[in-house]
């Protein structure tokens, strides 16, 4: 956290409101590609390794297929983007000379998803010490590129440290991983086994449907406070986003580290039901208080955290941090829907989700100006909130009756 909101000072001093928007629509990029070029396995990785605990040939047969189909999609990708380079620079960035960052990304792209393959395995072998040591580095590592970068090559050589932190970041993690018993080259690389591949497809697929969503959802609304207000108005919103995301990282690390292999472990909707509450009553007061405090010292913490250029982005923190506990709130039981598999359930409330916030952002930017895209994402979260329980609800209920069945 300490180092991304450090990152968002360096981008506020060296590329300004204007270059915050470009910045956040090449992060949207990478994480669509990376996604893709991936397999989309990670989540499902995590999950197996978790529940396959008792048995380490079985794990082996999960990183083994999801290592092999990674390199392959991955090297395949790099080879697309650095072919069509000039194309993905103009239709992201708007502008064909930004082509040389998605060259530099290609290079780098085999070593970003190693990096959240390994990333993946540590988290479902519960080894939590090495997992955090490993995104400790690898966010030190972002710092000083982009801190480095940022200050010799302006915008363009911080969009060149967001594209090749990551690889940097695989030096950290295998290093911390050498002497692990499973760390071998046979554990990553061999046969790909058909029925581990037909399992982490549905992980595949609700991965690659949110990375699809969530970050296009984002670039269209980008476009559309460009269009109506200028790209200095879309550097606000995006300072807003990226602050959002910095003080949440504590909540979100502690869902996918923690919530997401404990909720595949558990088997019985007993279980999940205390498990759930106990999330509760612990993550939702911590994300409420936090967003109290920052709102109440929103000015002050943009002229540490950004410039005075940022002061008129105070107009959107009210809606936003509001937003910010129901997204919490929801992702609670988000993380249920990866946990347990429960794929058209994912599918379709982030699918609707998303083309709901894009249209509701569309409608109330007209109405309200900026102000309209943050009360369009606290009343998105609400709802999908509201979605995601009852259809969860349901999903359990059904469950239950057939099992007495």
């Known amino acids: 956290m300490l ?3 450090g990152i968002n000072k360096l981008l506020a001093l060296y590329v300004g409101p204007a270059g915050y928007a470009a910045f956040g629509q090449f992060q949207n990029a990478v994480a669509i590609i990376t996604t893709f070029a991936s397999g989309a396995f990670n989540n499902g990785v995590t999950k197996y390794t978790a529940e396959y605990h008792d048995e380490p040939d079985l794990q082996k047969k999960i990183w083994r297929t999801a290592g092999t189909v990674s390199l392959i999609t991955s090297v395949l990708a790099s080879l697309m983007i650095y072919v069509f380079s000039d194309d ?11 082509s040389g960052v998605f060259k530099w990304f290609s290079v780098g792209l085999t070593f970003f998803v190693f990096n959240s393959l390994l990333l993946a395995i540590l988290n479902g072998l519960k080894d939590i010490g090495r997992c955090v040591v490993s995104n400790i580095l ?3 590592f972002s710092l000083v590129i982009t801190g480095g970068l940022a200050l010799y090559g302006g915008l363009y050589g911080a969009l060149v440290a967001l594209a090749i932190y990551q690889s940097f970041s695989l030096l950290g993690t295998l290093f911390i991983c050498r002497k692990q018993v499973w760390m071998s080259l046979s554990s990553f690389f061999g046969k790909v086994d058909k029925d581990i591949t037909i399992k982490l497809f549905k992980f595949s697929l609700m991965a690659a449907v949110s990375a699809a969503c969530v970050p296009t959802t984002q670039m269209l609304v980008r476009s559309e406070i460009g269009a109506e207000l200028g790209w200095t108005q ?7 986003w990226r602050l959002s995301s910095a003080y949440l990282l504590v909540v979100t690390t502690t869902l996918a580290v923690y919530y997401l292999p404990r909720l595949s ?7 999940i039901k205390l498990e759930i509450r106990a999330g509760y009553k612990l993550i939702l007061p911590v994300s409420v208080l936090a967003g109290v405090a920052i709102y109440f010292l929103r000015e002050h913490l943009i002229l540490i955290l950004f410039s005075k250029e940022f002061l008129p982005m105070q107009a959107l923190f009210f809606w936003q941090l509001i937003g910010d506990s129901l997204k919490v709130g929801s992702w609670v039981l988000g993380y249920l ?3 347990k598999a429960m794929v058209k359930t994912f599918i379709f409330t982030e699918v609707s989700s998303s083309v709901f916030f894009y249209f509701l952002s569309v409608k109330l930017l007209g109405v309200f100006g900026l102000e309209g895209v943050v009360i369009a994402y606290a009343v998105n979260y609400l709802l999908y909130w509201i979605v995601v329980w009852l259809l969860i609800k349901r999903n359990f209920s059904t469950a239950q009756e057939e099992k007495a069945a």
């Open 3 to 5: 180092t991304l909101l």
């Open 337 to 339: 829907m990866l946990g």
């Open 88 to 98: 993905l620079a103009e239709i992201f960035l708007k502008n064909v000379e930004f």
């Open 265 to 271: 472990e558990l088997k019985t909707f007993s279980e």
């Open 138 to 140: 690898g966010s030190l």
């Open 234 to 240: 879309v550097g606000y919103w995006e300072a807003m």
